[in-house]
T-cell receptor, first 115, second 115 residues
Framework: KQEVTQIPAALSVPEGENLVLNCSFTDSAIYNLQWFRQDPGKGLTSLLLIQSSQREQTSGRLNASLDKSSGRSTLYIAASQPGDSATYLCAVYPLSSGSARQLTFGSGTQLTVLP | EAGVVQSPRYKIIEKKQPVAFWCNPISGHNTLYWYLQNLGQGPELLIRYENEEAVDDSQLPKDRFSAERLKGVDSTLKIQPAELGDSAVYLC?????????????FGEGSRLTVL
C-alpha cells in the first residue's frame, strides 16, 4: 500500500527566504505526482503536476522535482511571501489500473511566511 | 470556466440526523471523486465515479453513507444517521476523461459538524 510522508508538518520562515518542502513515497510505481495548496477553510488548488517521465516542473516562483527511484519529491519556493502561507500537500497517482487508481495524499506541510 | 461547485459550505447537525452534500463537477469531466478530510490530514478517497458508474467505493462506509451520480453529472453524498466521528470536510473533485491523467480539480468542500 502506497504511503506518502511530508516532513516537516509545519514550517515558519521570514519573508524573502527560499524554502524547500519535502515529500516521500514508498511505492515508486507512480503515474504522476501532484502538489496542491490548501488555504484555511478552502479546497485544494493544484500547483504543479509532474509526470513519472519528468524530472521537474516550474511555475513562476515554484519548482517541483521528482526522483522516482528514491521515492522523493521537493517543492522549492523562491523569494517567499506572506501570501504563500498555506498548507502544501503532495499526492501520488499510481500506475495500476482499475479500482486501485486513486491519489494517495500526504498529511501536508503547514507553511507560515512572516512579514 | 466554472470550477467544481459544492453545497452547502457548512452544515451543523445533531448526531443521528441525516445530511446530504451536493457536487457539480467541471463541465465535461467524466470522473468524479468524493474525499473525506480530517483536520491536519490529507484527503482520503470515499468513492470514485466514472460517468454514472461507481468504480471504487471500497472505502465508503456503506452502513451509513451512500452516494449517487445520476446522469453522470451532479453527485450527492448522504450520511444517515450521522455520528460524532463524521465531523470533517467532505471534498468533491473532478477529472477530465476517465481519470487517466490523475489531475484533479477540487471544490471548496463542505464542512460538517456533528454535535
Amino acid at each position: 500500500k502506497q504511503e506518502v510522508t511530508q516532513i516537516p508538518a509545519a514550517l515558519s520562515v521570514p519573508e524573502g527566504e527560499n524554502l524547500v518542502l519535502n515529500c516521500s513515497f514508498t511505492d515508486s510505481a507512480i503515474y504522476n505526482l501532484q502538489w496542491f495548496r490548501q488555504d484555511p477553510g478552502k479546497g485544494l488548488t493544484s500547483l504543479l503536476l509532474i509526470q513519472s517521465s519528468q524530472r521537474e516542473q516550474t511555475s513562476g516562483r515554484l519548482n517541483a522535482s521528482l526522483d522516482k527511484s528514491s521515492g522523493r519529491s521537493t517543492l522549492y519556493i523562491a523569494a517567499s511571501q506572506p501570501g504563500d502561507s498555506a498548507t502544501y500537500l503532495c499526492a501520488v497517482y499510481p500506475l495500476s489500473s482499475g479500482s486501485a487508481r486513486q491519489l494517495t495524499f500526504g498529511s501536508g506541510t503547514q507553511l507560515t511566511v512572516l512579514p | 470556466e466554472a470550477g467544481v461547485v459544492q453545497s452547502p459550505r457548512y452544515k451543523i447537525i445533531e448526531k443521528k440526523q441525516p445530511v446530504a452534500f451536493w457536487c457539480n463537477p467541471i463541465s465535461g469531466h467524466n470522473t468524479l471523486y468524493w474525499y473525506l478530510q480530517n483536520l491536519g490530514q490529507g484527503p482520503e478517497l470515499l468513492i470514485r465515479y466514472e460517468n454514472e458508474e461507481a468504480v471504487d467505493d471500497s472505502q465508503l462506509p456503506k452502513d451509513r453513507f451512500s452516494a449517487e451520480r445520476l446522469k453522470g453529472v451532479d453527485s450527492t453524498l448522504k450520511i444517515q444517521p450521522a455520528e460524532l466521528g463524521d465531523s470533517a470536510v467532505y471534498l468533491c473533485a473532478s477529472s477530465p476523461g476517465t481519470g487517466k491523467t490523475g489531475e484533479l480539480f477540487f471544490g471548496e468542500g463542505s464542512r460538517l459538524t456533528v454535535l
